[in-house]
């Protein structure tokens, strides 16, 4: 089985650019479904939607709140391997060193982005 790709989504599911558009395109990301395993990938809110369907940059400890989500679901499951996407560091526009410090403590069948590497 290939790695489960790990990539930065929308709380909304709009997977429409970037990461999480290779995910849909790619990986099984499912349309409409913002957070969690869906086919061969996994998704981490980083934008939420307002009422008016616009989205915005969700703040570090909202983001924090789905990265620990994901170690809990990674650490549960151990048949698994992941593969992270620099997750918040593209259309989020978060810094490499504002997120991958959330990865530290990471199980062993999680492969944090090489953009987190330095940090």
């Known amino acids: 089985m290939a790695a489960v790709f790990v990539f930065g989504s929308n709380t909304a599911g709009r ?3 970037g990461a999480a558009l290779f995910a849909r395109q ?3 990301a499912i349309y409409g479904q913002g957070e969690g395993l869906q086919g061969n990938s996994y998704a981490i809110p980083t934008k939420g939607q307002r009422p008016d369907r616009s989205l915005y940059t969700l703040p570090l400890e909202q983001i924090r709140a789905g990265v620990d989500r994901f170690l809990a679901f990674a650490v549960s499951r151990p ?3 992941f593969e992270v996407s620099p997750i918040g560091c593209g259309l989020a526009g978060y810094k490499p060193e504002e997120i991958a410090p959330m990865f530290l403590g990471a199980p062993a069948n999680c492969q944090p982005a090489v953009e987190f590497s330095p940090v």
């Open 15 to 17: 997977h429409g650019k």
């Open 26 to 28: 790619s990986r099984g």
């Open 79 to 81: 048949d698994l391997q």
